[in-house]
């Protein structure tokens, strides 16, 4: 029986192991499928960036707040010097907006979203491509894969390029996300990632 051979050591380390929480399984690089399926079933997710956009009326940056709850999001978008600061609650259907001390109910979410910011935001579709992933609620018109993770994806008119992936518990979500629409293109760098299990 080998494993009675383990000396003092072997053993403790393995106690100790045995205590600690499970990490996720790494998916396998070059497994797409399973890495869509464990990014995908994530629900409680978060991180903080910075975001760069320039469009036909010039160029902004802010930084990012993102925090995710299942279909439940909550987005702070502040400027550079943390002059002007929105946040975005989406509960359900109903989405609202917080500035200048107070809440207001959004009607048209694009059409909002684009009059209060200055610049379109896909908010339904976000909460896919910010971890790396096509909507599953939209076809794919091209995308192409780099050791099992999305490189480049095309969708709703979108083109989306991720420059790097970083290992967070076991998952690997994007470093930078690149993306133009028409005259709109900017990015998002990835500083903080956190996930609740």
């Not at 943390?82 to 946040?87: E, F, R, S, W």
């Not at 018109?141 to 780099?146: C, V």
């Not at 083109?159 to 629409?181: H, I, N, S, T």
Request: charged letters at 20%.
């Amino acid at each position: 029986m080998r494993w009675l051979h383990f000396n003092t050591l072997g053993t403790l380390l393995i106690l100790v192991a045995g205590c600690a929480s499970t990490p996720r399984e790494p998916a396998t690089a070059t497994d797409w499928t399973s890495h869509r399926r464990a990014v995908g079933e994530i629900q409680q997710w978060s991180f903080s960036g910075k975001l760069a956009i320039r469009t036909a009326n010039g160029a902004d940056s802010a930084r990012l707040r993102w925090s995710q709850q299942g279909e439940d999001l909550q987005l702070e978008v502040s400027g550079p010097i943390g002059v002007k600061q929105i946040i975005f609650v989406k509960q359900g259907a109903t989405l609202r907006v917080f500035e200048g001390n107070q809440w207001r109910t959004l009607t048209a979410e694009e059409a909002s979203l684009e009059q209060e910011l200055g610049w379109p935001l896909p908010l339904n579709l976000l909460p896919w491509w910010l971890r790396g992933l096509p909507s599953p609620v939209l076809a794919t018109t091209d995308m192409t894969l780099i050791d099992g993770r999305v490189e480049t994806l095309n969708q709703a008119g979108w083109q989306l390029e991720y420059a790097g992936y970083e290992q967070v518990d076991g998952l690997a979500l994007p470093r930078k996300m690149m993306f133009q629409r028409d005259d709109v293109q900017g990015k998002i760098i990835f500083k903080q990632w956190q996930l609740t299990p």
